[in-house]
């Protein structure tokens, strides 16, 4: 009991302490939060020196045989196709494409939508999250979420016997030795011409 006695005391000088040395106050934690800074107008004799060279020479345009210049890379030394398939590796976003059919079969739209629906399943096993929808009686489109599996959709569909060239942005696919499908396509309508004679 003394001991709490001789607390409190101690607490009740303290605090009088405090009250007549006027520093008593209550302070609130949120007014730091509110705490304004006041920057004065006249700024006239203050030098701004905080930017390092590089940041002041960013922006600017280099001279092509500066000493600064970046180390060339082995791009050019790499092929078209290596390119494509690089570049191909670092879609991150959504990707749609066109599959052309091999020709040679004569197809209706039910037998489109059943290749569609056999590759959505067949990719699916893959763990390749896509979609198949025909188009027409030589053209199934495909939606793709994750555009970074690009390459191995690619390869899906190479291996697949109805694929013959897969369209995917402004790149084209196909087998190696494979001529471009409007070439086949036109073959195929000048020997269906002639099986009309």
């Given at each position: 009991?003394?001991?709490?006695?001789?607390?409190?005391?101690?607490?009740?000088?303290?605090?009088?302490?405090?009250?007549?040395?006027?520093?008593l106050r209550?302070?609130?934690?949120?007014?730091?939060?509110?705490?304004?800074?006041?920057?004065?107008?006249?700024?006239?004799?203050?030098?701004?020196?905080?930017?390092?060279?590089?940041?002041?020479?960013?922006?600017?345009?280099?001279?092509?045989?500066?000493?600064?210049?970046?180390?060339?890379?082995?791009?050019?030394?790499?092929?078209?196709?290596?390119?494509?398939?690089?570049?191909?590796?670092?879609?991150?976003?959504?990707?749609?494409?066109?599959?052309?059919?091999?020709?040679?079969?004569?197809?209706?739209?039910?037998?489109?939508?059943?290749?569609?629906?056999?590759?959505?399943?067949?990719?699916?096993?893959?763990?390749?999250?896509?979609?198949?929808?025909?188009?027409?009686?030589?053209?199934?489109?495909?939606?793709?979420?994750?555009?970074?599996?690009?390459?191995?959709?690619?390869?899906?569909?190479?291996?697949?016997?109805?694929?013959?060239?897969?369209?995917?942005?402004?790149?084209?696919?196909?087998?190696?030795?494979?001529?471009?499908?409007?070439?086949?396509?036109?073959?195929?309508?000048?020997k269906s011409?002639?099986?009309?004679?």
């Open positions: 009991m003394l001991n709490q006695l001789c607390r409190f005391s101690y607490t009740i000088c303290f605090l009088l302490l405090l009250i007549t040395t006027g520093t209550f302070h609130r934690f949120a007014e730091g939060l509110q705490r304004r800074i006041h920057v004065s107008d006249d700024l006239n004799g203050d030098v701004d020196n905080e930017e390092g060279e590089e940041l002041k020479q960013w922006g600017e345009k280099k001279p092509p045989n500066s000493e600064s210049a970046p180390p060339s890379n082995d791009v050019e030394k790499r092929s078209p196709s290596d390119i494509q398939s690089e570049m191909m590796r670092r879609v991150l976003g959504p990707v749609f494409g066109f599959v052309k059919l091999r020709l040679g079969t004569r197809r209706t739209p039910e037998m489109v939508t059943h290749v569609a629906k056999r590759w959505v399943n067949l990719a699916r096993s893959e763990g390749m999250d896509t979609k198949f929808i025909g188009v027409d009686w030589t053209t199934i489109m495909f939606t793709m979420e994750k555009g970074r599996d690009t390459t191995e959709l690619k390869k899906f569909l190479l291996e697949q016997e109805e694929a013959y060239e897969i369209n995917i942005g402004d790149q084209l696919f196909r087998r190696p030795g494979d001529p471009p499908f409007d070439e086949v396509f036109e073959i195929e309508e000048e011409r002639h099986s009309e004679l």
